[in-house]
C-alpha cells in the first residue's frame, strides 16, 4: 500500500530532464520536514511551516491522499492515458519521499510494470533511504535526482545526509546526478562546503536550484545561485513549472 497526492502530464521543470514532458506521481508522505524552507501554511486555523510540497508530505493533508491498495487498477489506467496521448512520457516519481515505499508490493509492481514497458522513471529523493538493489533490481534501471538537503532545510546533519544510501543510487541505478536546492544566505556562507563534502568522491553531475516555491521567492534568489554555479563550475537548474505556473499545484 501507498500514498498518492496528485498525478498529472507536465514537464519536468528541474534537473538533469528539464524540459522534458513528464508524468509526475507524487506520492504522500516523508521522512523529513524541512521548515527551514520556509513555506507557509494553515491547517485547522494553525500556521505551519514547511517545504513547497507540504501538502504531500504534512500528515495532516492525509484525507486528501490517495490509498493505492492494488497496483493493478493504477498501472492499467495509466497505460491507458499514455495510449490515449500517443506516447510514453518520462515518469518522475516525487513526493513527499517516494522510497519510503520502494519495497512495498504494490509500489514495487508498479515500477516493474513500468521498467517492462521501456518507460523511463527519474525518482526526485532525498537521498536518505538506502535502496537494496539485489532484492528489487527494478530500480538498477531507473534514474535519481539525489535532491540531498543541506543546513537551510532545518533538519540535523544526521538525519539528512546517509552517505550509504547515497552511495547506493550513484553506484547501482541507470543514472543520477545531485540537484541542491539553495538560497542568497547559503551561497554567502556553507553552500560550498557542505556540497563539497556530501559530492566528494562521485563522478556524478551537480546541479544548484534556487529556493523557491513561488515566483517571488525564486527571483530572490536566482541571481545569487547563478552566479555561485558559474564560481565552482556546478550546473545551474531553474524550476521552469513555478516559473510558468507560479503556485499552482498539479501542473
Ligand atoms: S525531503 Fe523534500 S519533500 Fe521531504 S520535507 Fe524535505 S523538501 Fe519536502
Known amino acids: 500500500m ?8 507536465s514537464i519536468q521543470g528541474e534537473g538533469k530532464y528539464a524540459g522534458t514532458p513528464s508524468y509526475f506521481l507524487r506520492t ?8 527551514g524552507f520556509g513555506a507557509k501554511y494553515v491547517v485547522d486555523g494553525e500556521d505551519r511551516v514547511g517545504c513547497d510540497t507540504y501538502f504531500a508530505v504534512d500528515s495532516k493533508f492525509t484525507n486528501l491522499w490517495e490509498r493505492v491498495d492494488n497496483s ?10 499514455f495510449d490515449a496521448i500517443g506516447y510514453d512520457p518520462h515518469i518522475v516519481i516525487t513526493g513527499g ?21 521501456g ?18 533490481p527494478a530500480y538498477k534501471k531507473t534514474m535519481f535526482a539525489l535532491s540531498i538537503k543541506l543546513d537551510n ?3 540535523a546533519k544526521s538525519k539528512r545526509i546517509r552517505p550509504q544510501a547515497i552511495e547506493n543510487i550513484i553506484n547501482y541505478s541507470k543514472d543520477s546526478f545531485f540537484k541542491f ?35 517571488d521567492t525564486i527571483w530572490r534568489n536566482d541571481k545569487a545561485v547563478f552566479e555561485f554555479c558559474v564560481k565552482h563550475n556546478f550546473l545551474y537548474s531553474d524550476r521552469l513549472h513555478i516559473r510558468v505556473f507560479d ?5
Request: proline share 3%; hydrophobic share 40%.
Open 247 to 251: 503556485t499552482t499545484q498539479g501542473v
Open 181 to 215: 536546492t539553495i538560497d542568497k544566505p547559503l551561497v554567502d556562507s556553507s553552500a560550498f562546503d557542505e556540497i563539497r563534502e556530501i559530492t566528494d568522491g562521485f563522478d556524478t553531475d551537480i546541479y544548484c536550484m534556487p529556493v523557491g516555491e513561488s515566483r
Open 119 to 136: 518507460i523511463l522513471i527519474t525518482f526526485e529523493t532525498n537521498g536518505t533511504i538506502e535502496i537494496d538493489f539485489e532484492a528489487f
Open 72 to 81: 493493478d487498477t493504477l498501472i492499467g489506467n495509466l497505460f491507458d492515458k
Open 97 to 117: 519521499e517516494p522510497l519510503l515505499y520502494y519495497a512495498d508490493k504494490v509500489f514495487y509492481a508498479l515500477v516493474e510494470a513500468m521498467v517492462d514497458r
Open 2 to 9: 501507498f500514498y498518492l497526492t496528485e498525478q498529472f502530464l
Open 28 to 35: 504522500g508522505g516523508c521522512n523529513l520536514t524541512c521548515a
Open 153 to 155: 532545510s532545518g533538519e
